[in-house]
C-alpha cells in the first residue's frame, strides 16, 4: 500500500505532471496537426500550438520546483511517484479530450446558429433568402435529391451527378457550406447538377450500386439534360461508389473522387485520424462496421483496371489525409501506372493521360471538399472533359 509522506507535495506533483503532460500534447497536436488533442485550431498556427505547448510545460516545471523546495529533501517514495504520473497521465489525456470535444461542439453549435436553422435540407430554404439555389426536390430510384439548372450556358447542358459523403440527418454546418460550394462551382460553368440526398445513410451493398445508375436514367430523361455528356462525382466513401459505378455503367463520360477510401483506411484509422476529428468521433467513426464492409465489397481501386480506356478519371487527396495514407495512395498510382505528383511514372499510355491523381497541400480528408480552389479546380476538370465551354 502506497504511503504518500508528504501529501502537499504529492498534489503538486500530480498537478506538476499534468499540466506538463498538456503541454506536451499541444506541441504534437500542432507538429502533427491533430485537432483532435488541439485546445485552438493549430493548422493555420502550429506556432500557436507550440507557444501553448512549451507555456504549460516549462510553466509547470518553474512553478513546481520554485514554489515546493522540499522536493529537494527525502520525499515521496519511487513507487508514489511512478503511481502519480500515472495518475497524470490518465487526466491530462481526459483533460484534452474533453477541450477538444467541447470546441468541435461550441463549433457546430456556431454554424447552426449563423445558418439560422437546424435544418440541413433542403437547400432551397436557404435560397428563397439567398437567391443562390434555385433547384427542386427530385425522388429516382432507391434514392432522392435535389435537381439544379444553371443560370447560363445552352441546352442541353451537361450533368453532373454529385454524391455527398454524409446523410442529410448527419451532416454539419460546415458540410452543408462545402456541398453548397461545389454544387455552386459546377452550377458556375454551366452543369446541371444532381446532389444526392443519403437521407437514410449509405444503402447496403450490392443495393449501393443501383445507386449512379439509377440517378443517371433521371437525368437523361431530363429535356434540359444533354445524356452523352454525364459525370459523376463523389466525395469520400461516395468516390468508391462513382468509381465503381464509372467501370460497369458506359453512360458516365468522366469520374471524379475527392478523398475516396482505400482499403482498410475508413476501418482502422490510426493517431493520424485524429487530424481529422476529435477522439469520441473517431470512437463512432471506428465503430461505422458498414464503411469497411463497403470499402472492401466496392472494391474502387481494383475496378480502375476495369474502367474504359475512354472514361477520364480525377482522383484527388489532401497531403495531409488522416484516413488515406502515403503509401496506400502511392500504391494506387504504382498499381494504375500513372504519374502522380508524389511518386515517379513506372510508365505511361493512354490510361495515364486520362487518370488524374492530386495530392492537395495542407488539406486533410476533411477539408479536401471546403477549399474553394479545389472546387474550382474540380469543376473546370469536368468542363473540359466533358468538352464544355463556360
Known amino acids: 500500500?502506497?504511503?504518500?509522506?508528504?501529501?502537499?507535495?504529492?498534489?503538486?506533483?500530480?498537478?506538476?505532471?499534468?499540466?506538463?503532460?498538456?503541454?506536451?500534447?499541444?506541441?504534437?497536436?500542432?507538429?502533427?496537426?491533430?485537432?483532435?488533442?488541439?485546445?485552438?485550431?493549430?493548422?493555420?498556427?502550429?506556432?500557436?500550438?507550440?507557444?501553448?505547448?512549451?507555456?504549460?510545460?516549462?510553466?509547470?516545471?518553474?512553478?513546481?520546483?520554485?514554489?515546493?523546495?522540499?522536493?529537494?529533501?527525502?520525499?515521496?517514495?519511487?513507487?508514489?511517484?511512478?503511481?502519480?504520473?500515472?495518475?497524470?497521465?490518465?487526466?491530462?489525456?481526459?483533460?484534452?479530450?474533453?477541450?477538444?470535444?467541447?470546441?468541435?461542439?461550441?463549433?457546430?453549435?456556431?454554424?447552426?446558429?449563423?445558418?439560422?436553422?437546424?435544418?440541413?435540407?433542403?437547400?432551397?430554404?436557404?435560397?428563397?433568402?439567398?437567391?443562390?439555389?434555385?433547384?427542386?426536390?427530385?425522388?429516382?430510384?432507391?434514392?432522392?435529391?435535389?435537381?439544379?439548372?444553371?443560370?447560363?450556358?445552352?441546352?442541353?447542358?451537361?450533368?453532373?451527378?454529385f454524391l455527398p459523403n454524409q446523410s442529410s440527418q448527419s451532416a454539419e454546418g460546415s458540410q452543408r457550406r462545402h456541398l453548397r460550394l461545389l454544387t455552386q462551382e459546377l452550377l458556375d460553368v454551366g452543369f446541371a447538377v444532381l446532389l444526392v440526398d443519403l437521407r437514410e445513410g449509405y444503402p447496403s451493398y450490392p443495393e449501393v450500386l443501383a445507386l449512379v445508375p439509377s440517378a443517371l436514367s433521371f437525368l437523361s430523361k431530363q429535356p434540359k439534360v444533354d445524356p452523352d455528356r454525364l459525370g459523376v462525382l463523389g466525395l469520400g466513401l461516395s468516390g468508391n461508389v462513382a468509381l465503381r459505378s464509372?467501370?460497369?455503367?458506359?453512360?458516365?463520360?468522366a469520374v471524379a473522387a475527392l478523398g475516396m477510401l482505400l482499403s482498410g483506411a475508413g476501418a482502422r484509422p490510426g493517431l493520424d485520424v485524429l487530424r481529422e476529428m476529435t477522439y469520441l468521433q473517431a470512437i463512432r467513426w471506428a465503430g461505422f462496421r458498414q464503411r469497411e464492409r463497403l470499402v472492401l465489397d466496392?472494391?474502387?481501386?481494383?475496378?480502375?483496371?476495369?474502367?474504359?480506356?475512354?472514361?477520364p478519371t480525377l482522383l484527388m487527396w489532401g497531403a495531409m489525409d488522416g484516413l488515406v495514407s502515403p503509401q496506400e495512395r502511392a500504391q494506387v498510382s504504382n498499381r494504375a501506372f500513372v504519374t502522380n505528383s508524389e511518386t515517379s511514372s513506372p510508365s505511361s499510355g493512354e490510361r495515364s493521360a486520362l487518370l488524374d491523381i492530386r495530392i492537395v497541400p495542407?488539406?486533410?480528408?476533411?477539408?479536401?471538399p471546403q477549399n474553394r480552389n479545389v472546387a474550382r479546380s474540380t469543376a473546370q476538370w469536368f468542363a473540359e472533359r466533358l468538352k464544355h465551354v463556360a
Open 1 to 161: 500500500m502506497l504511503n504518500f509522506m508528504i501529501e502537499y507535495l504529492a498534489r503538486a506533483y500530480l498537478v506538476c505532471v499534468v499540466v506538463a503532460q498538456l503541454g506536451v500534447l499541444q506541441i504534437i497536436a500542432a507538429r502533427r496537426r491533430l485537432i483532435g488533442l488541439a485546445f485552438a485550431d493549430y493548422r493555420a498556427r502550429p506556432k500557436l500550438g507550440y507557444v501553448i505547448g512549451g507555456t504549460l510545460l516549462v510553466g509547470s516545471y518553474i512553478w513546481f520546483f520554485t514554489t515546493y523546495k522540499a522536493i529537494f529533501q527525502p520525499g515521496p517514495a519511487g513507487a508514489e511517484l511512478t503511481f502519480l504520473f500515472a495518475v497524470a497521465c490518465i487526466l491530462s489525456f481526459g483533460i484534452t479530450f474533453t477541450i477538444a470535444e467541447a470546441r468541435r461542439w461550441l463549433a457546430q453549435r456556431r454554424d447552426r446558429m449563423r445558418a439560422g436553422s437546424d435544418a440541413t435540407w433542403p437547400f432551397m430554404e436557404e435560397g428563397k433568402a439567398t437567391g443562390v439555389f434555385a433547384g427542386r426536390p427530385v425522388s429516382f430510384g432507391i434514392a432522392s435529391g435535389f435537381l439544379f439548372y444553371p443560370e447560363r450556358g445552352a441546352e442541353p447542358y451537361p450533368a453532373i451527378c
Open 298 to 311: 466496392l472494391a474502387a481501386v481494383e475496378s480502375l483496371s476495369n474502367t474504359p480506356s475512354t472514361v
Open 362 to 368: 495542407e488539406e486533410t480528408h476533411m477539408t479536401l
Open 246 to 253: 464509372a467501370s460497369t455503367d458506359d453512360r458516365v463520360k
